[in-house]
């Protein structure tokens, strides 16, 4: 965390982003909250019941791989709790990595056969491959920011010096790895703009190492190189000698689930063995606790923060300009959340203390005595601060108004200078800008609204568009509304729905609804365009508040905490009654889908209501919650959830926990979304509950487990496997609630070769990627194919002509590679179109595929050597089989391109 910036959902020190149970990444839209809080068990819960024998099981409707029942009992608290599945907790034994294998092998073959599902990836890969940019970030005139490019698998960060200067690579994960495992985490510039430290991670999981980049040259530091990075968050002195850090040790003797409790905060200084980095913090050795330092702009003022869960805040401090080098308490023991940003002369502290949505106050720095702390932005009676930062010598501010932003510009002292005016209804994270600066930028972003930057003046308040993601697809059919409904104990939950203007309210309209419920998490409203395939094709969407998240303040984060929970769940089921009792669907077209903590919520909603849903996706999730927190990052978990070691928590976990109520009755059918390398929650849990369905499911619907290779708890990073999962998400919830994916039956014959129409409309952004407790990333976007965004041109057609090949590689193979990359072909066509609506011509393509690769010619005929070089481009990147000779394959291959249809 900067000096001079806090987000309580979206980075820093204070909330360690990889270290909670969080949305997943690649469908959910989760973002950035005057209700009474309830009792501690606001509505009645599921008893347990005690089951020292395994349940005989059914004969499962699916011949699915065999699965071993295991006759593991434990006696908790005088309760027997069986566990027939433990025995797949071990991801390391034969037995488990052969079930994996197994499982993920049977779910691909399903999937692949579904109805649509070829047309739905190739959509998917017009919406996923898209160009777009972040805010930059400036540092004494160079600009730092991150591009997703439509030709490349993941994002790349630049730097140019000045705003008109010339573009430059700086981090390219694309390059980094031949099978795309090595994942770019965190990066931080200096102040001057001289180097990066920035962190690379494997597989996309959280554990992390750092290395140092000198921006001039490109070249990384041998030295200065530190494994244990998995919470790092590297803070710069202002000289960019060194940086402060968190220090988590690798070594295997340590057990995983008490890791946290040995992290401690060193400093490196340039140069010098890591090894030897001094601790400037030592350990809590509290596995449930989080620890981080924050260095104020100046270089004077270090903070430790001790993060307890997700509800309390202690915070150390040290002058390091004085010669006493003692820790003194700023806060301590005080069961809220506190976050210092130091400005100059002064402290200003962002607290929910006595104040659930929140309040600021001013002191002379290193002050920490209360009563001479004075308030200047008190807490308000409707409206919760997810933001506060310094930029431009101004407080700027940013509010969750019925779960939607506003942004505020504030003096020092707290008066309001300006309401930041946003484009709609919708969110954003805050400002990118420096605190003695007067440029600034921000993002927004709406479920229709594609992601935007503008650039704003602190001082004068003229506001412009920077940039924005110029997508083809309409988002004029569809409307969003925010309704209110009762919940099960009357509290009123807000809920966010978007469908077609003309939906039937005769309850035939399939339903996804998504939600999360935990970790002071609010979820707000996003773009994602992996959502319009399923808009397109008829179905709509609905996202409600629930309690446990940030909404409307600490108070509703904690009605969904502890034994609190059930609120949750109970809120999430009234939510798909209302949209049933309403007839916006029915429950035999109501699928629910949540990641992580939400991946908590649909088990719970599986197991407490099957009923009441048809379908559903549940990804990356908490699910035997008696157990949870022996396992990856669980304990730190403990402060939100409870344990179940401790007889009064178990109470509330063993009657909600999924796992331990599968009945043998009929399930909905259920899509578990697991990943290889998730080191933040353990993927044991959705093993478990995916054997332990799949033998008690007595109805006719599918239990299936996807794992995806090379992937953390936010899933892959690379735009393929991204495209490849949400295909086969969306096709699995089209084909249980009859939806045809859009494109489907959009193919037909031509003379010349296989006409291919990709559908009504073009392409879209990526939607917020969500690591940890909030939004990091860039919602991305940009064009596809279609309606020409919005401008009235007719949908640009591609006729692929038969191939020609020398070679031992059949043609038909060479083709259908081909055809699988037919929207990015189209791609570059629809790009020219925009600048010439006329174009058409053809673009014949020679390339030599060998075990080496592939070499590529291409020639243009009527349309422009843009479009040629960019089929080249995509013809070069196509992974084709390797040929079965020594030598290689010659292929010749025709494109021919019309602007409209006929």
Not at 97 to 121: I, K, N, S
Request: charged share 20%; glycine share 10%.
């Amino acid at each position: 965390m900067t000096a001079t910036t806090w987000n309580r959902l979206a980075t820093g020190a204070i909330l360690l982003a990889t270290a909670c149970a969080c949305p997943y990444a690649h469908d959910t839209v989760p973002r950035q909250t005057p209700l009474p809080t309830p009792s501690p068990v606001a509505s009645p819960q599921p008893s347990p019941s005690p089951t020292s024998e395994p349940e005989p099981m059914p004969k499962p409707a699916f011949a699915y791989p065999p699965t071993r029942v295991g006759t593991d009992v434990d006696t908790l608290h005088g309760v027997k709790v069986a566990d027939p599945y433990r025995w797949l907790e071990d991801a390391k034994a034969p037995e488990v990595a052969g079930w994996m294998a197994a499982q993920d092998a049977f779910t691909r073959a399903h999937l692949r056969e579904l109805p649509g599902r070829d047309a739905l990836a190739d959509r998917l890969r017009q919406l996923y491959y898209v160009d777009s940019i972040s805010a930059p970030r400036h540092r004494k005139g160079r600009f730092f920011y991150t591009r997703t490019l439509a030709t490349k698998e993941k994002a790349i960060v630049y730097w140019k010096q000045g705003e008109k200067g010339a573009e430059k690579v700086l981090l390219d994960p694309n390059t980094m790895s031949a099978d795309g495992s090595t994942s770019l985490g965190t990066w931080e510039p200096t102040d001057d703009g001289k180097r990066v430290v920035y962190a690379l991670r494997k597989n996309n999981a959280d554990e992390a190492t750092l290395y140092v980049l000198d921006v001039a040259t490109g070249k990384n530091s041998d030295m200065d190189v530190i494994e244990g990075a998995k919470y790092a968050d590297p803070t710069w002195t202002p000289k960019g000698d060194g940086f402060y850090y968190t220090y988590l040790p690798t070594d295997p003797s340590i057990p995983t689930a008490e890791r946290p409790g040995f992290a401690e905060v060193r400093f490196h200084k340039l140069g010098t063995d890591p090894k030897l980095d001094p601790v400037v913090h030592e350990k809590t050795g509290n596995p449930e606790a989080f620890i981080g330092a924050q260095l104020s702009k100046d270089g004077r003022w270090l903070l430790t923060y001790v993060q307890h869960g997700w509800n309390a805040t202690d915070v150390y401090l040290r002058d390091l300009k004085s010669k006493d080098t003692a820790w003194k308490t700023f806060v301590e023991g005080v069961k809220s959340q506190f976050i210092v940003l130091p400005w100059k002369s002064s402290f200003y502290i962002v607290t929910n203390d006595g104040a659930p949505k929140w309040r600021v106050f001013k002191t002379a720095a290193g002050v920490a005595d209360r009563a001479q702390w004075k308030e200047i932005v008190p807490e308000s009676k409707d409206d919760v601060i997810d933001n506060a930062q310094i930029i431009g010598e101004h407080l700027v501010l940013t509010m969750l108004k019925n779960a939607t932003s506003e942004l505020r510009v504030l003096t020092l002292d707290g008066k309001l200078v300006r309401n930041v005016p946003l484009p709609g209804i919708g969110s954003t994270g805050g400002m990118a800008g420096n605190p003695d600066e007067d440029d600034a930028y921000f993002g927004f972003t709406s479920f229709t609204t594609p992601q935007q930057i503008h650039r704003t003046s602190i001082k004068t308040g003229k506001t412009s568009l920077w940039a924005e993601v110029k997508l083809p697809i309409d988002a004029s059919p569809y409307e969003v509304e925010q309704v209110f409904y009762p919940s099960k104990d009357g509290t009123q939950i807000s809920m966010f729905v978007v469908h077609r203007k003309d939906m039937p309210k005769d309850g035939s309209t399939p339903f996804l609804l998504a939600g999360y419920g935990g970790f002071n998490v609010s979820m707000t409203p996003g773009f994602s365009s992996g959502l319009y395939p399923w808009l397109e094709a008829g179905g709509g969407y609905a996202m409600p508040n629930l309690r446990g998240g940030g909404e409307y303040g600490e108070d509703w984060h904690k009605a969904g905490m502890l034994g609190n929970k059930q609120n949750v769940f109970d809120d999430f089921a009234a939510a798909g009654e209302w949209l049933v009792a309403n007839q916006y669907t029915r429950s035999d077209r109501l699928a629910i889908r949540g990641g992580s903590n939400g991946g908590l919520l649909v088990g719970a909603a599986l197991t407490q209501r099957p009923e009441l849903w048809r379908a559903a996706i549940c990804a990356v999730p908490l699910l035997d919650m008696v157990r949870y927190h022996k396992f990856g990052s669980g304990k730190t978990w403990i402060p939100e959830y409870g344990s179940a070691d401790d007889a009064a928590d178990f109470q509330w976990i063993y009657a909600y926990s999924p796992y331990h109520h599968v009945k043998q009755m009929s399930y909905p059918a259920v899509l578990f979304l697991g990943a290889d390398s998730d080191d933040r929650v353990d993927p044991m849990h959705a093993r478990k509950m995916a054997a332990l369905l799949q033998a008690r499911n007595t109805g006719p619907h599918p239990i299936l487990l996807r794992i995806e290779q090379h992937a953390g708890h936010g899933g892959a990073d690379m735009v393929k496997q991204a495209v490849e999962q949400s295909a086969d998400s969306y096709a699995f919830l089209m084909k249980e609630l009859g939806l045809t994916p859009p494109g489907a039956t959009s193919r037909a014959a031509g003379d010349d070769g296989e006409l291919i129409d990709t559908g009504r409309m073009g392409g879209g952004g990526t939607g917020t990627d969500t690591i940890g407790m909030g939004k990091v990333g860039t919602v991305g976007g940009g064009p596809g194919i279609g309606t020409m965004r919005g401008r009235g041109a007719a949908v640009p057609q591609v006729r692929i002509g038969q191939p020609t090949a020398n070679g031992d590689l059949d043609k038909a193979i060479i083709r259908r590679y081909v055809k699988r990359n037919i929207s990015k072909i189209t791609y570059c066509y629809e790009k020219q179109l925009v600048v010439r609506p006329s174009l058409e011509g053809t673009v014949n393509v020679q390339f030599f595929i060998s075990n080496t690769g592939v070499v590529v010619d291409s020639r243009a005929k009527g349309v422009s050597d843009e479009v040629s070089a960019c089929v080249a481009a995509v013809i070069k990147a196509i992974a084709f089989p390797k040929p079965k000779g020594g030598g290689g394959v010659q292929v010749n291959y025709p494109f021919n391109f019309r602007p409209t249809g006929g």
